[in-house]
């Protein structure tokens, strides 16, 4: 894409591509089994939470196919909403692009966390990095909770390495 094009705008936003995909990252994270049945905390944390670990599960598939520059998309579907949910909450224009920083700090340190735990299928790591990184509702069992909210987002990874890669852009309601 030229530089006069996006300066324009007359070029297609090639995130238009993955954006059934980040719709649907955010379909699955807010699943009220997590919250009812997983303990996770009803809350901006909690949700939050769940966004940056089921993106996680997504992008390790993306990362392990031919989608590899969609992964980068998706991370920027991310800051978008997240901007966008900053500025509803008030939060003012000095300060937005600090915390989208911090934001992007965290989901990358999250998408660390996961990866190794998501790639080696393994549940007893991946129920530590969960249990680190998500907020569980007062007076849940951090433990059941957490290694159910991992058992779930294992479950993910392993649906989503059965599709192909147009599948997985398509986002469909299958998976």
């Given at each position: 894409?030229s530089?006069?094009?996006?300066?324009?705008?007359?070029?297609?936003?090639?995130?238009?591509?993955?954006?059934?995909?980040?719709?649907?990252v955010v379909?699955?994270a807010?699943?009220?089994a997590?919250?009812s049945e997983?303990g996770?905390?009803?809350s901006?944390a909690?949700?939050f939470?769940?966004?940056?670990?089921?993106?996680?599960?997504?992008?390790?598939?993306?990362?392990?196919?031919d989608?590899r520059?969609e992964s980068a998309?998706?991370?920027?579907?991310?800051?978008?909403?997240?901007?966008?949910?900053?500025?509803?909450?008030?939060?003012?224009d000095?300060v937005?692009?600090?915390?989208?920083?911090k934001l992007?700090?965290v989901?990358?340190?999250?998408?660390?966390?996961y990866?190794g735990?998501l790639n080696?299928?393994?549940p007893?790591?991946?129920t530590?990095?969960?249990?680190?990184?998500?907020?569980?509702a007062?007076?849940?069992d951090e433990?059941?909770s957490?290694a159910?909210?991992?058992?779930r987002l294992?479950?993910l990874?392993?649906?989503l390495?059965?599709?192909s890669d147009a599948?997985?852009?398509?986002?469909s309601?299958?998976?």
């Amino acid at each position: 894409m030229s530089f006069l094009s996006r300066l324009l705008g007359t070029a297609p936003d090639p995130r238009e591509e993955v954006r059934p995909l980040w719709h649907r990252v955010v379909e699955l994270a807010r699943d009220p089994a997590y919250y009812s049945e997983c303990g996770v905390a009803d809350s901006v944390a909690g949700r939050f939470d769940l966004i940056t670990a089921v993106l996680s599960v997504v992008m390790v598939r993306v990362e392990a196919s031919d989608l590899r520059a969609e992964s980068a998309l998706l991370a920027e579907l991310f800051v978008e909403d997240m901007d966008g949910q900053l500025r509803e909450f008030g939060v003012n224009d000095v300060v937005v692009g600090k915390r989208v920083g911090k934001l992007m700090s965290v989901l990358g340190g999250r998408l660390g966390a996961y990866r190794g735990a998501l790639n080696a299928g393994d549940p007893e790591r991946l129920t530590a990095a969960v249990s680190r990184n998500v907020t569980f509702a007062e007076g849940a069992d951090e433990a059941a909770s957490a290694a159910a909210v991992a058992d779930r987002l294992l479950k993910l990874s392993q649906r989503l390495a059965r599709f192909s890669d147009a599948e997985m852009l398509k986002a469909s309601a299958i998976w």
